[in-house]
């Protein structure tokens, strides 16, 4: 059985759905993240080269796909209301918000990266105190 490769978003539709999925994030949360992701959008926004391209759009893609997993509607057991974007604000995913680096992911960051990474630590951690 072959694995069918998934179909990559337009990025202004993506940017969009990014921004839509942050709604159900924490107030602090989503205001670091809105702020991100248009910064990031913006400053690649004049690339031409495909690779560059279709590498920035999947990263950003499987972002959505964790971050949606992530703010899921509660369960229908739930007392709370499923749809509500504060209640699901407030619906921290077990294992913590976000994911681990793979270290081999780190290993080939070059150091500009490394020290934007750092920096988006260090305004996560501010701002959750």
Known sequence: MSVQPQM???????????LRSHRYLPPAMRA?????V?????????????AHIVGFVSQWQSYLDLIKEQVAPLSEDSPAPANDSLVRSFN???????KKIDTQLLDKMSDEQLGQ??????EVKKSLE
Do not use: S
């Open 38 to 50: 248009k910064a990031e959008f913006r400053r690649h926004k004049n690339i031409d080269n495909p």
């Open 8 to 18: 990559l978003m337009a990025p202004m539709k993506l940017y969009r759905e990014i």
């Open 92 to 98: 921290t995913p077990k294992d913590g918000w976000g």
């Open 117 to 122: 990474l750092y920096e988006l630590r260090t």
């Open 32 to 36: 670091l993240g809105d702020d991100y």
